[in-house]
């Protein structure tokens, strides 16, 4: 007989394989031990970046919109459920409403599993659509205003050609409420982080009322700027505490569970941009690199990269706060906001002048520099 551990890291280990190479079958979620390994493995991780990501919008936006008493969200690609689960949980736990919840999968097996984790959530109310998209609209039609739209997971395995999900979501934000949110999660790697921000680009030029909560500094002032070299990509590291058993998991499959790793976005039918735009930020993108001599990182601004260095003789009490900066953090921009940044000359990087102080603005999350206690 097969041990089942054995069975499931088979399953886990081909969905993987699956998952980087762009093949999984799409009817994978049919197949029950397959929903229960990725529920266990997967979906552990997914419950987290839901969780994060609740937290996250409501910091980024959420005073309006959280204030209703009804919320209608609709989750694509839902799977086994634990990202809308985290999701709609973290919302839970910070405010009273009830929600109307609209779960979309190609899979009607998984949808039914998914609606039994969900069922335990109180004050929810749950229907479930089963499609394939972005063919699938009948469950826009004569909808109410959707006041949040969620997937997690969803463009990596739909990321060949996303012109059918750019004119799906196009349907959606005709009929998100004001102050109505996109979230979308994908994995960190590149092909899905560079599907994800493109979709960003795409979203923003064909929907101008549509404004980039998060991740992007300044409600991503032009084209991002990951999508110009095609090595390039974007993502976030958060840390993130795993249970024995999913690391374990993951040492076998050869993935690395340091930290909750994905590329996000958070879209606003009205975030307000104005609210940046007063204080220009820049993020740092990159792990902050200490060497001999200088630290260094590169920083977006929303429409450039920046590979901004300090050097050891520049450093002062006011710009310790460099020396210090975590992936995902943001700062106040050293330069006004119609600039370029600095004249670099013949060095490939800017140097942050040593009189201009760094003031930290954004912890990556969104939660304001000041009110958090990190360094
Ligand atoms: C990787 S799982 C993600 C599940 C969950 N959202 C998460 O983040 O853990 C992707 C889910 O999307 C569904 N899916 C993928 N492409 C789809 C499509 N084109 N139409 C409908 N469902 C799709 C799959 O059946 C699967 O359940």
């Given at each position: 007989?097969?041990?089942?551990?054995?069975?499931?890291?088979?399953?886990?280990?081909?969905?993987?394989?699956?998952?980087?190479?762009?093949?999984?079958?799409?009817?994978?979620?049919?197949?029950?031990?397959?929903?229960?390994?990725?529920?266990?493995?997967?979906?552990?991780?997914?419950?987290?970046?839901?969780?994060?990501?609740?937290?996250?919008?409501?910091?980024?936006?959420?005073?309006?919109?959280?204030?209703?008493?009804?919320?209608?969200?609709?989750?694509?690609?839902?799977?086994?459920?634990?990202?809308?689960?985290?999701?709609?949980?973290?919302?839970?736990?910070?405010?009273?409403?009830?929600?109307?919840?609209?779960?979309?999968?190609?899979?009607?097996?998984?949808?039914?599993?998914?609606?039994?984790?969900?069922?335990?959530?109180?004050?929810?109310?749950?229907?479930?659509?089963?499609?394939?998209?972005?063919?699938?609209?009948?469950?826009?039609?004569?909808?109410?205003?959707?006041?949040?739209?969620?997937?997690?997971?969803?463009?990596?395995?739909?990321?060949?050609?996303?012109?059918?999900?750019?004119?799906?979501?196009?349907?959606?934000?005709?009929?998100?409420?004001?102050?109505?949110?996109?979230?979308?999660?994908?994995?960190?790697?590149?092909?899905?982080?560079?599907?994800?921000?493109?979709?960003?680009?795409?979203?923003?030029?064909?929907?101008?009322?549509?404004?980039?909560?998060?991740?992007?500094?300044?409600?991503?002032?032009?084209?991002?700027p990951a999508l110009r070299s095609p090595e390039d990509w974007c993502h976030e590291d958060r840390p993130a505490v795993f249970s024995e058993e999913t690391k374990k998991t993951a040492s076998v499959l050869g993935h690395i569970k340091d930290a909750l790793k994905m590329t996000y976005l958070i879209l606003s039918r009205t975030g307000d941009p104005r609210r940046l735009s007063f204080s220009p930020l820049i993020r740092l993108v990159s792990p902050l690199h200490r060497e001999k001599g200088m630290a260094w990182g590169l920083f977006c601004d929303g429409e450039r990269i920046h590979?901004?260095?300090?050097?050891?003789?520049?450093?002062?009490?006011?710009?310790?706060?460099?020396?210090?900066?975590?992936?995902?953090?943001?700062?106040?921009?050293?330069?006004?906001?119609?600039?370029?940044?600095?004249?670099?000359?013949?060095?490939?990087?800017?140097?942050?002048?040593?009189?201009?102080?760094?003031?930290?603005?954004?912890?990556?999350?969104?939660?304001?520099?000041?009110?958090?206690?990190?360094?």
């Amino acid at each position: 007989m097969v041990n089942p551990k054995n069975k499931k890291l088979t399953i886990l280990s081909g969905l993987s394989r699956g998952f980087t190479e762009r093949s999984v079958p799409g009817s994978y979620m049919d197949d029950p031990e397959t929903r229960e390994a990725y529920g266990e493995y997967y979906g552990a991780v997914s419950l987290k970046k839901g969780r994060a990501l609740s937290e996250e919008i409501l910091r980024r936006n959420g005073a309006d919109l959280m204030g209703q008493e009804r919320l209608s969200i609709v989750d694509l690609g839902t799977g086994t459920g634990e990202f809308i689960r985290g999701l709609v949980s973290g919302l839970r736990d910070h405010i009273p409403a009830s929600f109307d919840l609209l779960l979309v999968d190609r899979s009607k097996g998984v949808l039914e599993e998914a609606s039994r984790g969900l069922g335990q959530v109180e004050n929810l109310s749950l229907r479930l659509a089963v499609g394939t998209l972005p063919g699938f609209l009948s469950w826009i039609e004569g909808r109410t205003p959707i006041d949040l739209l969620t997937a997690g997971n969803l463009l990596a395995e739909n990321g060949a050609d996303l012109s059918g999900f750019l004119t799906l979501l196009r349907r959606v934000h005709d009929t998100l409420s004001p102050g109505g949110m996109m979230i979308f999660a994908e994995p960190a790697d590149r092909l899905s982080s560079r599907a994800l921000l493109f979709l960003g680009d795409e979203l923003r030029t064909a929907c101008p009322d549509l404004h980039i909560l998060a991740p992007c500094p300044n409600d991503r002032l032009g084209s991002c700027p990951a999508l110009r070299s095609p090595e390039d990509w974007c993502h976030e590291d958060r840390p993130a505490v795993f249970s024995e058993e999913t690391k374990k998991t993951a040492s076998v499959l050869g993935h690395i569970k340091d930290a909750l790793k994905m590329t996000y976005l958070i879209l606003s039918r009205t975030g307000d941009p104005r609210r940046l735009s007063f204080s220009p930020l820049i993020r740092l993108v990159s792990p902050l690199h200490r060497e001999k001599g200088m630290a260094w990182g590169l920083f977006c601004d929303g429409e450039r990269i920046h590979k901004l260095r300090l050097l050891n003789r520049n450093r002062t009490g006011d710009n310790r706060v460099f020396w210090h900066l975590k992936r995902g953090e943001s700062v106040l921009a050293p330069w006004a906001p119609m600039d370029a940044g600095f004249n670099k000359g013949s060095s490939p990087f800017e140097d942050w002048p040593k009189e201009v102080p760094v003031t930290g603005v954004l912890r990556p999350n969104g939660t304001p520099w000041e009110s958090s206690e990190e360094e």
